[in-house]
């Protein structure tokens, strides 16, 4: 009988734990996740607290070179939506659903907004090409960090929440409206603030701000090649690009090496400005880059 005590409070455990999550389903309290944490406070502002709201990755990892851990695919099988923004990550964790046979709810955000191209579209100079703009095709995934590609992305967002839970739909509405307003009065704001900036560069170590500089007409230059940290030969080319530029400061980030870009910040003796592309707060991380390119020439 003392055998079988240990067995029951087992058995009586995962019913628990099975009854608590079947009540989670049935209090109409969803669950969305989402790629990476910038997306936690837009699905936030506009939910509220009608739905709990997760990120696969923290603010500290790379979202290019992640890679999906069992306890990551985990969390988004247990999810009612998963927000994803094409990081190649993220094939992993959908594949992971498809052969769990779990009905979760997908958006592909890259699917449902125009996207730049890291050529003329991005104003991007890469340091590893001959060619300024480069000429690729491939695709920057960074749309969370320009304004007017924000707002689309709210439009579609409170779409696919309103779908998740339509008895909410008004207040999605009103809240995500609420949320575009706020966008757009940032956006206005950087607009004035920038336009003495046009055509002037930024340097970047990993060109996250595409669409920031697209938004505001600005040039960014990239210190990283092709993802890696620049070479002797590629440092030399930095140097000759900023010398030909007009740059208005350096910019790190800690997710990636920092190393080339603050070398280029000594040599020219630049400001080095940080931010974080990931961090939750993304409007304030908006506001905060164009604050610190505002501030980096008030102050010369």
Known sequence: MKRLIPLLLLVTLGLFVSCARMSMRVSGTPTVVVSIPPYISLVKAIVGDT????SVLGVNFDPHTAEATPQQMQMVQNADLFIGVGEGYERKLLTALTEAKKTVHILQLNEKIPLLAYSEDTNYVDPCKDTSPPLTSSKDLHFWLGPKRLIIQVEVLIQALTELKPENSEIYVENGNALIEKIK??????????RLYQKKSIVISHASLGYFCYDYNLIQIAVECEGKSPRPQHISRIYDLVRHSDVICVFTSPQFDNKGAEMVANEFNLRVESFDPLAEDVLATIEKIGNDIINVNQSQ
């Open 51 to 54: 739905m709990t709201v997760h």
């Open 185 to 194: 009065d940032l956006d206005t704001r950087l607009e004035e603030k920038l």
